[in-house]
């Protein structure tokens, strides 16, 4: 998580006053650097309740022993920020507080001045984590909340989450499935807000590789993705009953593919953004056009063999003979002449 800080603080000591003594008494103190501290003093040193101000200008109150921060206070930092908790050995040590000069926010576990173990840390401008910490940095299980409102619960590693994750988008979206630094990557299923459907490889967020893709109009697409396409190789299954197996690119028929219609109709050949152009052969009725096609029609030189027996030879404008051609019919006969517009002229 990009806004997330890596949370370390620094052991803080305390000197030892010089003088010794057995019983506890209240004492004022002036370190050589200028630092001042009052409070309970035995065997020489600070022990039970005091307050620091330091040369610094940070400042402590709470509890000390032998001479060191232990048991519960409040350290403050001069420039900004504070901690309130448990202190052991002068270090921050067990359940506190930490609010940073930004204004970001821990609150959870610590060990050796570093949160580790439970926490949950907000960002001040929006995000944050709540889960377990290593070393000052998410580690373990966890769920990032990020500024846009999504949320994504799995395994933290560099304060990022990697491996099998869940996400829940701001737009309604669930992703179940693997994480590689917050985004879906590997094998997963995303259910769209729509209840549209994808299963199958991703890439940096986005669909790459092979997957099945289930539309809200009932279209289904079983095939290979770029940057969350259609591309490559697969098979589109149309809610009307039509179907496309062949060449996609851009999440269109690019390429060579059949085209099955319900009736059982077909087109096989090259096809451009979705439609038929270049070389190609439709079926129709029990008659079959094979020829050049451009727009979803035939345009250009054709032959068109028909059910009746007859067959034309000749060129087509927007799938009506137009031009020069020649007609045979089922008994051999044959005429030769222009067309337009699908008339012999």
Not at 24 to 34: E, M, N
Not at 165 to 184: A, F, I, M, S, W
Request: proline share 1%.
């Amino acid at each position: 998580m990009n806004n997330l800080r890596i949370l370390t603080t620094s052991t803080i000591g305390v000197a030892a006053v010089i003088f010794q003594t057995h019983l506890a008494i209240a004492a004022s103190i002036t370190l050589p650097d200028g630092s001042k501290c009052e409070g309970e003093v035995s065997r020489g040193v600070l022990n039970g309740q005091a307050t620091c101000q330091y040369a610094s200008k940070d400042t402590y109150a709470g509890s000390f022993k032998d001479g060191k921060f232990s048991g519960t206070g409040k350290y403050t930092f001069a420039a900004g920020g504070s901690y309130q908790g448990t202190f052991k050995d002068g270090q921050i040590e067990g359940k506190g507080v930490r609010l940073y000069s930004d204004g970001d926010r821990y609150e959870g576990e610590f060990s050796k001045g570093e949160p580790n173990g439970i926490g949950n840390y907000i960002a001040t401008g929006g995000g944050g984590y709540q889960g377990e910490f290593k070393n000052g940095s998410p580690a373990g299980k966890g769920t990032f909340t990020f500024k846009n409102g999504d949320r994504c619960t799995g395994i933290a590693t560099n304060t990022q989450l990697n491996g099998a994750g869940t996400c829940e988008y701001k737009n309604g979206n669930v992703y179940q499935g693997n994480l590689v630094n917050d985004r879906p990557d590997g094998k997963g299923n995303m259910t769209f807000a729509d209840k549209s459907t994808y299963a199958g490889e991703f890439k940096a967020g986005q669909f790459a590789g092979t997957g099945t893709r289930k539309y809200k109009n009932g279209n289904i697409y079983t095939g290979t993705f770029v940057n969350g396409a259609p591309s490559g190789k697969g098979a589109l299954t149309l809610a009307s009953g039509d179907s496309y197996t062949g060449d996609f690119a851009a999440g269109k028929f690019n390429g060579t593919g059949i085209y099955k219609f319900k009736n059982g109709d077909s087109y096989t050949g090259e096809f451009k953004d979705s439609k038929f152009a270049g070389k190609g052969a439709i079926v129709t009725g029990g008659n079959r056009c094979e020829g050049e096609f451009s727009n979803g029609e035939l345009n250009g030189k054709a032959i068109c063999k028909y059910k009746g027996g007859e067959q034309f030879t000749g060129e087509f404008k927007n799938g009506d003979r137009d031009g020069k051609g020649v007609l045979t019919s089922a008994n051999g006969t044959k005429v030769e002449g222009n067309w337009k517009a699908g008339k012999m002229q």
